[in-house]
Structures are given as C-alpha cells and as structure tokens.
C-alpha cells in the first residue's frame, strides 16, 4: 500500500526567512510525486509534478526536487501570501492520488 | 480555460437523508476522480469515472457512489447519510487518457457537506 508522510505538520516563518518541507514515499514503482498548495476553505491548487529522482522544477519563490525516497519543497525568501497548507501525493497503479496529511505553513510579516 | 466547477458549495443535511454533488471538468478532460477531505483523514480517493465508466474505486461503502455523462460532468451521490461523512467533498479533472505517466489532477472548490 502506497503511504506519504509530511514533515513538519506545521511551520512558522518569518517572512524572507526560507526553508524546505519534507515528503518521504513508500510506493511500489515511483511514477510521478504532485505538490498541491490548499488555502482554507478551498480545493487544493497545482503547483508541480515530478517524475523521476533528480529532477528539479521551480516557481517564483519554491523549488521542489525529488530523490528515490522523498522530495523537498524548498521556499526562498517567503512572503505572507505563501501561507498555505502545502500537499504532496503520489498516483497509484490506478491513477488515484495517495496524499500525505499536508504541512501547514504560516508566514508572518 | 475556465476550472473544475462544483455545486453547491454547501450543503446541510440530516441524518439518514440522501445527497448529490455535481462537478464538471475542464473543457476537454475526459477524467473525474472524486475525494473527501476530513481534518482528521485527510484527502481520501472515492472514484474515478472516465468515459462515462467507473475505472477504479477507493475503500468507501457502498452508500457512496457517483456518475458521469456524455459530456464528462459527474455527479456523487452518497445515501443514508451518516454524521461521519461530514467533510470537504473535492472532484478533480484530468485529461485522462495517460496509461503510464499520469495525468496532472486539477481540483474544483470542493462541497462543504454537513451532517446534522
């Protein structure tokens, strides 16, 4: 059974100050890892896909990277508009999306 | 393009009563997957529907079960309900043909259900 562990539950940040979320899989073959960023009250929203380890893909202040046992999602210099409840997931043999419990970030200014 | 579309946004409902949530796709997405979000088991997959056939089902009961149309809309319904089944309802679209890399899921707003 695929299983998909956040770290930390939750962040506190001051603003401009960075720092990396933690996703670590158990999956029997990789075929991709999906970071979503989730607003209060809202579905969560796209942010990356990675499919193989090493690969590397970037938008404006996060980076997220992938290895053969977890990705990071590294965040440059934050802003209090990065705070979200940041998601990560992986597809199953069936397309179904196994999602980890979310690391809660708050950025204050 | 416009995004996932899902009505209503809330719902409140009582205890043994039936409901039925609706979602449309992306223009051009041929696949909808259903989950339900609760805070304390978070995002769990339901179903998924593509050309108008259920593809693959999660571990929910029976009183759960869904649709989709010719034109890839879909509805969930879930009968008697319980007051556990109080949750976020969230539907995703994807284009859906993908059979080895998978396709990105993009999710609507999601139904606010509450069971009273």
């Known amino acids: 059974e695929d299983q998909v562990t956040q770290s930390p539950e939750a962040l506190r940040l001051q603003e401009g100050e960075s720092s990396s979320l933690n996703c670590s899989y158990t999956?029997?073959?990789?075929?991709?890892l999906f970071w979503y960023r989730q607003d209060p009250g809202k579905g969560p929203e796209f942010l990356f896909t990675?499919?193989?380890a090493g690969e590397e893909k970037e938008k404006e202040r996060l980076k997220a990277t992938l290895t053969k046992k977890e990705s990071f999602l590294h965040i440059t210099a934050p802003k209090p508009e990065d705070s979200a409840t940041y998601l990560c997931?992986?597809?199953?043999?069936?397309?179904?999306?196994?999602f980890g419990s979310g690391t809660q970030l708050t950025v204050l200014p | 393009k416009a995004g996932v579309t899902q009505t209503p946004r809330y719902l409140i409902k009582t205890r043994g009563q039936q409901v039925t949530l609706s979602c449309s796709p992306i223009?051009?997405?041929?696949?909808v997957s259903w989950y339900q979000q609760t805070p304390g088991q978070g995002l769990q997959f339901l179903f998924e529907y593509f050309s108008e056939t259920q593809r693959n089902k999660g571990n929910f009961p029976g009183r759960f079960s869904g649709r989709q149309f010719s034109n890839s809309r879909s509805e969930m319904n879930v009968s008697t309900l319980e007051l556990g089944d109080s949750a976020l309802y969230l539907c995703?679209?994807?284009?859906?043909?993908?059979?080895?890399?998978?396709?990105?899921?993009?999710f609507g707003p999601g139904t606010r259900l509450t069971v009273l």
């Open positions: 990675l499919y193989s």
């Open positions: 223009s051009g997405h041929r696949s």
């Open positions: 997931a992986v597809p199953g043999s069936a397309r179904q999306l196994t």
């Open positions: 999956v029997s073959g990789l075929r991709g």
């Open positions: 995703a679209s994807s284009l859906g043909g993908g059979l080895r890399a998978p396709d990105t899921q993009y």
